[in-house]
């Protein structure tokens, strides 16, 4: 296995795996705890609604306890008792009391009550009657009582009259007027308004909104915020009221309902989670990606010293094989010397330019070396290099075409120029095996003045464009990687244009050849260092 997948291994062991782990476990959790946040929610609630019942529940075992005071302290007279009387005017939700029984055929029900409206002629009959109908309840209220236990209950008919009043009855400790049956006619909407409103109020503070329905409509007769908004469907919890058949009492959340809150918490957890994910894998992935650079590098400068390695022992060998003939006194025509001699000349040239390449790729790698940035003309400077290097280009087959279209000069340091032409040149010709013709063309683009240098040789892939002016950088595969070099041409030439603030681009198809583009600006440089 590669050092690069044994790395890739470990840290998918080490680092992804178990952060998809903990992941997934979670998100399946998730539910879980929407689950249980949901029931504190519910039982927080719970508590709340028991609260405003018992509250409601208290109120009326108030009014019972003034009401047997009353008729205690009035046994004996005919007027109405001045407590009852009293809390009828305090309360105006407590419309009607009425004192009757379930056995009497003749009697009628006695009323007190501040509303002429209702005592009107035949409601008291109507009362008894009522009682009669509900006989098995009233019973069993008279065995509560017995038992020591005061059980309010409210009666299920109603009274056209007063229909949409909810009438109330309990068993009086004490018989008034031989009548042992007490009832209460309340209108349930004066009732939670006055009397239940205030302790709602208290009870839901600024963390809830508690809410009264009548059954069958979604509208609030009661709402303990201004948001009138809120309907019976959004509440989240609902609790009938002990005393008030068909109303409801609700609580929902300020703002969003509970499940929102459950949901958005569940959002945002998962969101952490996921975000948490994608920064460790891209994580993962800049330290695989700086690894991989590493080794690469790494192997790249192994192929450099195998490859510089190569390229110095054939020029030293040629030269020390033709020195020692000569030396020997072998070699006895004057032509064969000077072949000879030319052989050592050539090598020595193809020695000192490797030399000199890899001394001024280690002088940028040092920060040492120093551009002398000046208005320099391009089309001038190609002429010379190429009225020097013409020998060469002949005597390797090639020939070349000149394209000149640049009116003005261009900064640049004159060295640094005729290396990088030099370069690409060597690069055009060592890479061009079978179509030996070279075209080298300049111009003007915005405020930069460009040189383009095109072979017709092999072309180099998509893949290998990302990397050929990478650092030792080999192509490995190929026609381009039979022919030896030491892999620093390219990134010098980078190396070169980045610091005069120019820029290089290539374009290249495998088979069809490649064209390089250098970008020198117009526009005044100051002297740039590699410091």
Known sequence: MGSLKKIALILLLIFLLPAIFFSAYEISSLSQDEEVINQIYQNQLDAILYSANQYSDDVLNGWISKIQLGLEESKGTDTIPGKINQLLMLNPALTMIFIGDTLSQEESSII?????????????????????????????????QRSGFQKVEPLSFRIPRIKDFIILVFILEDHFKEKYVCGLVIEPNLFIEELLGPRLQVIAKDQFVLSAYKKDNDNPIYLTSTNNSISFN???????????????????????????????????????ILVLDAVLILGVWLVFANVKREVQLAQNKSDFVSNVSHEIRTPLALIGMFAETLELGRVKSEKKKQEYYSIIHKETNRLTGIVNR???????????????????????????????????????????????????????????????????????????????????????????????????????????????????????????????????????????????????????????????????????????AYA
């Open 234 to 272: 959004s509440v989240a919890l609902t609790k009938d009221f002990w005393l008030l058949p068909d109303y409801y009492l609700g609580i929902s959340t300020m703002g969003n309902s509970i499940q929102d809150l459950v949901n958005e918490r569940t959002s945002t957890n998962l969101v952490l």
């Open 358 to 528: 890899i001394l001024n790729f280690s002088r940028m790698e040092a920060n040492k070396k120093i551009l002398k940035i000046e208005p320099v003309d391009l089309d001038d400077t190609i002429r010379e290099v190429l009225s020097t290097y013409e020998f060469h280009l002949q005597n390797k087959g090639f020939t070349y075409e000149l394209r000149t279209n640049l009116e003005s000069k261009v900064y640049a340091d004159q060295q640094a120029l005729v290396e990088v032409i030099v370069n690409l040149m060597d690069n055009a010709i060592k890479y061009s095996p079978t179509k030996k013709h070279i075209e080298i063309m300049t111009g003007r683009q915005n405020n930069y003045g460009f040189l383009v240098v095109k072979d017709h040789g092999v072309g180099i892939s998509k893949h290998d464009q990302k990397h050929v002016f990478d650092k030792f950088y080999r192509v490995s595969s190929g026609d381009l990687a039979k022919s030896k070099g030491t892999g620093l041409g390219l990134s010098l030439v980078k190396e070169i244009m980045e610091n005069h603030q120019g820029k290089i681009d290539l374009k290249s198809e495998p088979g069809k050849g490649s064209s390089f583009y250098l970008y020198f600006p117009i526009s005044n440089v100051k002297e740039r």
């Open 112 to 144: 007190f009550s501040l509303e002429d409206s209702l005592t009107g002629p035949g409601i008291a009959q109507e009362l008894s009657g009522l009682l009669k109908e509900e006989n098995r309840k009233i019973n069993q209220l008279i065995v509560y």
